[in-house]
């Protein structure tokens, strides 16, 4: 893909320049002859779509169809668009489509609502109920190496669909105090509504939800599945009186959310927002953790060597006993190799805005109604801030290895007032499961599979992850 020459003029709707708005440059894009490969790849290959666009510079314009893309690479770019003028930008191409398929929750809520559900969903966060979580990681933890010793032998087995268990497990345990194992469906549930999310950003939304397509049809089941789970939740939480409380005294995030829906005026609306907020959580909550679980296992597979260290690790810090809270900072190692995971397949991989108003970003012009994306995926394999960025390198994590690489040029999580609420809890998952199954086992790719990155609405392993499992001393 070549760059086009960057054209003067305003781009924005009426072809008005704001008075208080200085002109800033155009970024350059495609030629015109290409544009029709990258419409191809917008359905099928996104992945490659943001690299060749990365590869045009850091900061590319991209005009498909009815829409405009600005897409940035740059850590100062993100820090504008995400942190500091973040009050200008609201979600964008994907999350808004998504908006059909998941309704009003925190993901694609904008707004009072969204502050609402933030201040609603924080104080399951907190820090000083880590230690409690912790030990609900230990346990789920425990049955997914139990689980994984049955197979052991036996050939392969599902990692995705076992990752999926465990952090649904987890999740129910701490945010929800309830026991998901109940609702089995769920994680294939949360498999088409993300079809379906990525379905209406790739058609724009054009497509009516009626239409008697067999993708459509799923995700209608899908969702009456979901909507089912969420009553029975709620149902049990009213039998139980309704008011349970977590550990250090605060209702757990379930009565929250049935609390802060009751008060709409409109009961139909509270039960509709109760739905959301819930089906969102679940969502969101369960598959970032299990994706970069599946892809930190991948890469240990693929790094022996690194897979020994992280077993060392794990047999001097924990012995043969499950890990506690207070037992993270003595597995550097093994939160390196986390890390290094969400570096190359960040579980967010693309953060979608839609400029409100006028802005220049990095001196250039970035008109109202735009479309604005920063790729974690891109910004993450940054030649100018990542040497030999596409080599699994641990180290690059160590506490002296940063040097002076932008705080922005590492995104796993996001950044800004929308960075994820529930990064502590999902990376002590992340670093506990890894070191409980790396202690025991060796998990191998079978020989033939082909593992591809499959870019949703997080980075998922298309077609699930199957492994043959071997005792660790095998």
């Given at each position: 893909m070549s760059a086009a020459p960057a054209a003067g003029g305003d781009h924005r709707?009426?072809?008005?320049?704001?008075?208080?708005?200085?002109?800033?440059?155009?970024?350059?894009g495609p030629r015109r002859r290409e544009l029709p490969g990258l419409v191809r790849k917008l359905v099928t290959d996104r992945l490659a779509l943001m690299t060749e666009a990365a590869a045009l510079g850091d900061a590319v314009r991209v005009a498909l169809g009815p829409r405009t893309l600005y897409i940035f690479n740059d850590p100062e770019h993100a820090k504008h668009v995400l942190a500091d003028n973040s009050a200008n930008y609201h979600k964008g191409i994907g999350?808004?489509?998504?908006?059909?398929?998941?309704?009003?929750?925190?993901?694609?809520?904008?707004?009072?609502?969204?502050?609402?559900?933030?201040?609603t969903v924080r104080p399951a966060f907190r820090h000083g109920r880590l230690a409690a979580q912790a030990e609900v990681v230990a346990d789920e933890g425990t049955k997914l190496v139990a689980r994984l010793r049955a197979h052991a032998g036996r050939g392969a087995v599902d990692l995705t669909e076992e990752l999926t268990g465990l952090t649904l497990g987890v999740l129910g345990r701490t945010l929800l105090d309830t026991d998901l194992s109940a609702h089995g469906s769920v994680g294939h549930a949360f498999e088409a509504v993300q079809d379906q999310a990525m379905f209406e950003m790739v058609t724009q939304g054009m497509v009516p939800l009626w239409a008697p397509l067999p993708q459509q049809r799923r995700f209608h089941r899908a969702r009456a599945e979901l909507e089912h789970v969420v009553e029975r939740l709620v149902a049990g939480r009213a039998q139980a009186g309704g008011n349970n409380n977590d550990d250090d005294g605060g209702e757990d995030v379930l009565t929250r959310l049935i609390d802060s829906t009751r008060r709409e005026s409109d009961p139909r609306v509270g039960r509709q927002r109760l739905r959301d907020e819930v089906v969102t959580l679940l969502l969101a909550g369960h598959e970032t953790t299990a994706s970069t679980l599946g892809w930190t296992f991948h890469l240990l597979d693929r790094h022996p060597e690194a897979a020994g260290q992280v077993r060392a690790e794990a047999v001097a810090a924990l012995g043969d006993r499950a890990p506690r809270y207070e037992d993270l900072p003595r597995l550097p190692y093994t939160t390196m190799v986390v890390q290094e995971a969400m570096r190359l397949y960040p579980p967010v991989w693309i953060l979608t805005r839609r400029a409100q108003g006028p802005d220049e970003v990095g001196g250039y012009h970035v008109p109202a109604g735009s479309d604005v994306l920063v790729c974690p995926?891109?910004?993450?394999?940054?030649?100018?801030?990542?040497?030999?960025?596409?080599?699994?390198?641990?180290?690059?994590?160590?506490?002296?290895?940063?040097?002076?690489?932008?705080?922005?040029?590492?995104?796993?999580?996001?950044?800004?007032?929308?960075?994820?609420?529930?990064?502590?809890?999902?990376?002590?998952?992340?670093?506990?499961?890894?070191?409980?199954?790396?202690?025991?086992?060796?998990?191998?790719?079978?020989?033939?599979?082909?593992?591809?990155?499959?870019?949703?609405?997080?980075?998922?392993?298309r077609g699930g992850l199957p492994v043959e499992v071997r005792t660790a001393a095998g």
């Open positions: 709707p009426g072809g008005t320049r704001s008075p208080r708005m200085p002109r800033g440059r155009t970024p350059p999350l808004t489509e998504a908006r059909r398929a998941l309704g009003d929750g925190l993901l694609t809520s904008e707004g009072d609502l969204w502050r609402t559900q933030r201040r995926y891109t910004l993450h394999r940054h030649p100018r801030f990542w040497a030999d960025p596409e080599r699994f390198d641990p180290e690059r994590f160590a506490p002296d290895a940063k040097g002076d690489r932008p705080r922005y040029a590492y995104l796993p999580f996001g950044a800004g007032p929308r960075f994820c609420v529930g990064s502590n809890l999902g990376t002590m998952e992340a670093v506990f499961v890894t070191a409980m199954v790396i202690r025991e086992f060796t998990l191998r790719t079978p020989p033939g599979h082909r593992v591809v990155p499959e870019p949703m609405l997080s980075l998922r392993v």
